[in-house]
């Protein structure tokens, strides 16, 4: 029998509630799972295949000793929703299910020239895909629930991004959902909350997928994730997120540069688009041949600037490796 159906719209609080984390092994997913841990939820982390198994393991580990809440973990392929299907199912029947938070994704970091269609392929299936089934397989227990889901962004959906064109049309695909979600299931009592982050300090670039140019894009992506001023320390932007969820906000833009580029593109979208062509112009060329490769394999960019900038913009960002349970290889990444 399903455990009783809770109503936790009269407060903020989130003591007793349980939460499901797509994309909680590492990452941006797992700072979110620590946070609705700590504040007194029961945690289900999933992550893709079975190859992620241990990862997701010394993840649940971590946070039980770090919070002393009840962690379960699930091998979940979002991009499979029968397989969704059967998590929201057996969390609803073992704990209930009150906060979905759709997080699971994958970085592609190349220009146009250097992939081809099977990334943007990619891109959609884990990220609008499968946020789409998470979303759709959780809702009929969030109604019950009066629950709360949010979906995982970017600002890269709020405009088109150069060298992450793949990420970008699934990330503003995952904000139309977002938006759409929210205004057909208020009546219903369901929060849905649209979260577009700028960049931010989760060690995701030893994870990312880099094209062309390997070591070139792997030192720019790294440097400006990395650089205080234009990313955000990942622990604070989960902290931000799970509030918002918490307040059933309907839309939360983290850090100045992404609320800056959202605000340029919505006032001046013709001149916004210019400024990133010019940008696009300082990007590394569509050097390089084979197939992707994670940062972790793309190594050093040339030329003792270069090294010096990667060096020096990526050091925050290299101390959120252990931090985020990043420093094993995967086959891909968590946001």
Known sequence: MAPTTRDPRASHRLTGLSAVVTGGSRGLGLLLARQLA?????????????????????????????????IHVAVCDVRERSTVRELMRA?????????????????????????????????????????????????????????RLALIGSVGGLLGVPHLLPYSCAKAAVGALAEGLHAETAAAGVSVTAVHPGLMRTGSHRQAEFGGDTAAEFGWFSALSGTPLLSMDADRAARKIVDSVARRRARLVLTPAAKAAQLAHGVAPGLTTRLTGLTARLLPSADGEGPLRQGHEAGLPRGPMARRLRAWGSALNDRAVHHANQRRPGPRTSS
């Not at 700590?38 to 000793?65: I, K, Q, Y």
């Not at 592609?108 to 081809?116: D, G, L, R």
């Open 38 to 70: 700590g504040r007194g939820c029961t945690v289900t982390l999933t992550a893709r295949d079975a190859d992620d198994a241990d990862e997701l393991e010394r993840a649940a580990v971590r946070l039980r000793e770090e919070t002393g809440a009840t």
């Open 91 to 147: 969390t609803h029947a073992r704990d209930g299910l009150d906060i979905v938070i759709a997080n699971a994704g994958v970085i592609q970091v190349a220009p146009v020239e250097a992939i081809a269609a099977e990334e943007f392929e990619a891109a959609m299936g884990t990220m609008f895909e499968g946020t789409l089934h998470t979303a759709l397989e959780a809702l009929p227990y969030l109604r019950e629930s009066h629950g």
